[in-house]
């Protein structure tokens, strides 16, 4: 009975392994074929790949010669669902690649055959594009929408395509004549150094056109008959998209030119060569909104076509697969006023160390004006510039007073010096003694009595103070601004000579120009001051459009001690808000005392200025580790409905250096 059950296991063993040998139909195999083939065509090497009637290599390179077009990109590619007809399997291939800002998918049929125990793919161009022919291959076109306009108040265009010209040298007109000779000429005509610009042009292969110079067409000296006098030297006109001048609002609106090699290979695919892209201030920072989105189109197309036998073709014998619509950029939309920056960059105009103007409209928040002057050579000193404001601070510490329950006609204690934890405060040089002693608090800000300010921070804490800064629309975020700025910082906790340094405006107190004119512009409004610059900056939602927030490069602060300065790269992040808003009636203190600045202390040459009654402060802040130390010279005013901040680094004394210019700037404004 044992054996018989042995032997009865056997038979049944042999039975299903029967059945087993007769189901392997060799689906396995050619799922595995499939496999591999969609591996390699996804890695463009299909050299592992076994082929029916075709070697390898060949189709390699006739794969690689396919998709050249479309290098550096890569498809996904996977199998789908086999069919198997005996010795013979279909398989679709779905392909999917990143096309600009499109993916294009497609599903190609490639045919499998059993050589024995192996699958082997039957080789067909068709494997890799639908319907591609032998002989075909992929082409791509693209087509670059201009760049969308930067535009003022008014939509005024503060930036749009304006004719240029490219002055160089275009080898194939040289004919025999020396190019170094003539680049040397052209070099000198156009002012770019000769040296380096022939060397360009010797390096340049026989058909090259070396630019030595764009040249904006409006107004260009260097003409066309000068130019043609060099030989092999030419002007190319082209349109670009520029600012009114060169210099106008140049830090604040940055520059848009033809992307550079390492722009390109940061950008991640999205810029290419020839593309046009922003660098600093709002070209860069909306970039992605001015320059809209590129059309992209993917073609089959008959290889080694010569122009004339794709003129003579309907659509240049491309047989279209794909393609991506072109969008054309978004317009920014800012409050600049052209007039008041162009006014703001001239009365700056010859002004040598680091400068700003900021002018707004203190009831709509709108910067009507950001100018850097050339000191600043290049940076946006206006809305990125950190440094202690001196005694425009003493905005602040009055607001705080008057919380505590003074007046404009209380009495506050003036004295020539103040000594405090062993270190003597002074009033600037110059004080008029008539403003010494009992004075009331009106005359102390007029005269900007440093003591009677200092002496105060026994009633006012430096938690006050901060709480003060913010209610004026300072180191707070500016959600509405849209534009990279520094809105202040006040610290909240200080103690003794610190403390001390923060009434007047100086320690670890830091504003910008345009954090200036909004503390200015808060009084005037009877609330806080939100500064809007772009108007439009949740157009692209991708653009990373800042609100608002501290900026720590390119600064300097100053202390009372006259130290070195330094950077507040760990400066506290501002407030979402004010806690505590000025009120009407607190701003109207401070107007009375502002206006106080013009009428009874150092800013009466502003009493001549045309137009509503100009209030005013001014300040003058030390920093370094001379002796006398060099200063930083500030005024913010409020004339109407404009509040302005003049600012000088190493300026000397705010009335005597900035109030100049302001007076300069309300006038002319009108």
Not at 295 to 315: D, H, S, W, Y
Not at 512 to 526: F, I, W
């Amino acid at each position: 009975m044992g054996n018989f059950q042995k032997l009865s296991l056997a038979l049944v063993g042999l039975i299903i392994g029967g059945s087993l040998v007769a189901c392997d139909d060799g689906r396995a195999g050619a799922q595995d074929a499939a496999k591999q083939l969609a591996a390699g065509v996804a890695a463009l090497d299909v050299g592992s790949v076994a082929f029916e009637g075709k070697d390898a290599a060949a189709a390699n390179e006739q794969l690689k010669e396919v998709f050249q077009a479309l290098d550096p990109a890569k498809p996904a590619v996977e199998a789908g669902e086999l069919k198997l007809e005996k010795d013979t399997a279909t398989v679709p291939l779905n392909y999917s690649w990143k096309i600009g800002s499109g993916e294009w998918k497609y599903t190609a049929s490639a045919e499998l055959k059993k050589s024995g125990d192996k699958w082997l793919t039957v080789w067909t161009p068709a494997l890799l594009a639908p319907e591609l022919a032998d002989g075909e291959v992929i082409g791509t076109a693209n087509q670059s929408p201009q760049r969308a306009e930067i535009l003022g108040a008014g939509d005024a265009k503060l930036v749009t395509y304006r004719p240029v010209v490219y002055v160089g040298i275009d080898k194939p007109r040289l004919v025999s004549a020396d190019p170094a000779a003539s680049a040397t000429k052209l070099a000198q005509l156009v002012g770019v150094d000769p040296a380096a610009y022939t060397q360009q042009v010797e390096a340049a292969g026989p058909e090259a056109f070396v630019a030595a110079i764009t040249l904006r067409q409006d107004g260009r000296t260097v003409t066309d008959e000068q130019i043609a006098q060099i030989p092999g030297a030419r002007s190319v006109p082209d349109l670009l998209p520029l600012a009114l001048t060169r210099t106008f609002a140049r830090a604040l609106l940055g520059t848009a030119a033809e992307a550079n090699a390492e722009q390109i290979e940061k950008s991640g695919g999205a810029l290419k060569a020839g593309d046009t892209t922003g660098t600093g201030g709002l070209q860069q920072q909306y970039d992605a909104q001015l320059r809209g989105t590129n059309g992209v189109q993917v073609f089959a197309v008959k290889e080694g076509l010569t122009a004339e036998e794709k003129q003579a073709l309907p659509n240049q014998g491309r047989r279209i697969l794909f393609q991506v619509e072109m969008k054309p950029g978004t317009p920014v939309k800012t409050t600049l006023d052209p007039k008041l920056q162009q006014l703001a960059e001239d009365v700056l105009a010859d002004v040598g160390p680091a400068s700003a103007i900021v002018a707004l409209r203190p009831s709509s928040g709108a910067v009507l004006a950001a100018a850097s002057g050339p000191g600043s050579n290049g940076y946006n000193t206006a809305l990125l510039g950190q440094y202690a404001p001196g005694s425009t601070f003493k905005m602040v510490d009055a607001l705080a007073m008057i919380r505590n329950g003074l007046t404009p006609d209380s009495k506050v204690e003036c004295t020539p010096t103040l000594t405090v934890d062993g270190r003597t405060f002074k009033n600037a040089e110059g004080y008029p003694e008539g403003s010494l002693g009992s004075v009331t608090l009106r005359d102390a800000f007029a005269h900007s009595c440093n003591t009677a300010f200092i002496a105060a921070r026994e009633s006012v804490s430096q938690a006050q103070l901060e709480s003060a800064a913010t209610s004026l629309g300072v180191a707070v975020e500016a959600p509405a601004l849209g534009a990279d700025a520094f809105l202040g910082s006040v610290p909240g906790e200080a103690e003794g000579t610190e403390h001390a340094a923060s009434m007047i405006g100086q320690g670890k107190v830091l504003l910008s120009p345009l954090a200036a004119a909004v503390m200015a512009g808060s009084v005037a409004k009877g609330s806080p001051v939100s500064p809007t610059l772009v108007l439009n900056a949740d157009a692209d939602a991708g653009n990373g459009s800042a609100t608002g927030t501290a900026a720590t490069e390119g600064s300097g602060t100053a202390t009372a001690e006259g130290t070195a300065p330094s950077l507040s790269s760990t400066a506290p992040a501002p407030a979402k808000a004010a806690e505590k808003p000025v009120t009407a009636a607190e701003a109207a203190a401070l107007a009375d005392m502002m206006r106080a600045v013009v009428t009874s202390g150092h800013a009466g040459f502003l009493a001549s200025v045309p137009g509503e009654p100009v209030g005013a402060k001014t300040g003058t802040a030390e920093f370094g580790t001379e002796n006398p130390p060099k200063t930083h010279a500030w005024i913010v005013a409020v004339h109407g409905d404009l509040a302005v901040a003049v600012f000088v680094e190493e300026g000397g004394l705010g009335a005597t250096t900035s109030g100049p210019l302001l007076k300069e700037f309300l006038v002319a404004a009108g």
